[in-house]
C-alpha cells in the first residue's frame, strides 16, 4: 500500500478531530480532558490534545495512541480500563488512512531531508530488548542492514501473481502429459515466530491447451514464499494460483521443508522434514495422484 509520510500539521489536524470524537461520544459534562499516552506512540499524541497528562492509565479519561495495529493493545486497555475512551490518532487522518498502509509520525522521522528512521527504530528497540548495545560496534549498522533484509524476504506483498503468468500456445495444444518441475528451491519466514523455514517444492501440473514457461512456476512459489506464511497455505496457494490463471486439466504441488522455529526452539528437534502437498482437477484421480507423488519422490 505504499508508505505515508506526516506533518506536524497532519497530527495537529488528526488530533483536532480525534478531540471532537471524544466529546461527541462522552457523556462526561467536565472540561477537563484527563490523557494517557500509550508508550511510546500515544505520548506525543497526548500533549497534542491533553489539558491534563497523567503517567498513569487508571484515572485518565481518554487514554490514546498513534497507531492501531494488531488491535492488541487497544483490547488490553479497552479490558483493563473499561471506564476510558480509547482512541488512535491514525484513525483521524484527513485523508483517511488505507488499510494496510505504512504511516510514519513526525517523532519517527530522521533529520530534515533523510529517510524516516521508523523500520530501524524497530530493531533498535529489538536489540535493547533482548539485552544488547544497539551502539556496539559490531551492531550500529545492524538496524539498516535487518530493515534491508526483511524487505526483500517479504517483497511477495509487493508483487501481483497475475503478472508472472505468460502462456504459449504453440507447442502446448497436443501436449498431453504431465509438465513437471522438481526440487524447486524457496526461502520463507513462519508467521508464528517470524523463524525461516525453508526447503523445495515440485511443482506439476497437466496442460489443456496452454503452457507456460517453466521458470514461471518457480516465480509463483517465490512470491508467495516471500510472505509471512505457513507451509500448509503456501502449499494451497501455489495451486490455486497455477489453477486459476493458467486453467489446466489439473496441478500438483508437494513442498517438503525445514522449519527453524522447530529446531532451535523449545524442544530443538532436529534433522526432520514436514511435507505438505495440494492437488487440483485431474490431479485427485487415483491414476494421475500416483504418478505425481511416484514422481516427485524420485
Known sequence: MG???????????????????????????????????????????????????????????????????????????????????????????????????????????????????????????????????????????????????????????????STVFKSFLDGGEKYDEMVVVKDLPFYSHCEHHLAPFFGTATIAYLPDQRVVGLSKLGRVLNVYAKRLQVQERLTVQVADAIQEHLKPQGVGVLIKARHLCMESRGLATQGHHTITSALRGIFLESNVRQEFFTIAHQ
Not at 26 to 43: A, C, D, F, N
Not at 78 to 86: I, L, R, S, T
Open 3 to 161: 508508505k505515508r509520510i506526516l506533518t506536524h500539521a497532519d497530527c495537529v489536524l488528526a488530533a483536532r478531530r480525534l478531540k471532537e470524537s471524544y466529546w461527541r461520544r462522552t457523556s462526561s459534562t467536565s472540561s477537563v480532558l484527563r490523557v494517557y499516552g500509550v508508550p511510546r506512540g500515544g505520548i506525543p499524541v497526548a500533549y497534542l490534545i491533553a489539558d491534563s497528562i497523567l503517567e498513569e492509565p487508571k484515572h485518565a479519561t481518554l487514554i490514546v495512541d498513534d497507531i492501531t495495529d494488531s488491535g492488541r493493545t487497544r483490547s488490553r486497555y479497552e479490558k483493563n480500563f473499561p471506564d476510558a475512551v480509547f482512541l488512535s490518532l491514525a484513525d483521524y487522518l484527513e485523508p483517511e488512512r488505507v488499510p494496510g498502509q505504512w504511516i510514519v509520525f513526525p517523532w519517527e522521522q530522521g533529520e530534515q531531508g533523510q529517510e524516516d528512521t521508523s523500520a530501524d527504530d524497530i530493531v533498535v528497540r529489538l536489540l535493547q530488548y533482548i539485552g544488547e548495545d544497539p551502539k556496539r560496534e559490531g551492531l550500529r549498522e545492524t538496524p539498516a542492514r535487518m530493515a534491508k533484509a526483511w524487505k526483500e524476504w517479504t517483497s511477495g506483498y509487493d508483487k501481483d501473481v
